[in-house]
């Protein structure tokens, strides 16, 4: 194989494993935030309601609390 070949495949694979990292962080910290939205709206007798899209690793949050929508 050629030297350039080989380069070419070193960033690709790179790239690969950096854009995965990133996701990969993005994902914890959400689920990190929902988590403690969540406790906190337990924590006031409220209801979470939690809508995840997971194509663009994003998320909506509100807390019921008797019938009265709290959104942070």
Do not use: W
Not at 12 to 29: A, E, M
Not at 33 to 39: G, K, P, Q, R
Not at 40 to 62: H, N, P, Q, R
Request: glycine share 6%; proline share 1%; hydrophobic share 40%.
């Amino acid at each position: 194989m050629k030297t350039k070949t080989k380069m070419f495949i070193l960033i690709g694979i790179l790239t690969l494993v950096t854009v995965l990292f990133l996701i990969g962080t993005q994902s914890y910290f959400n689920n990190k935030e929902i988590e403690l939205a969540t406790d906190k709206c337990y924590e006031i007798g409220g209801t979470a309601k939690v809508k995840m899209d997971l194509l663009s690793l994003s998320y909506s949050f509100s807390c019921e609390v008797d019938n009265e929508v709290i959104n942070p």
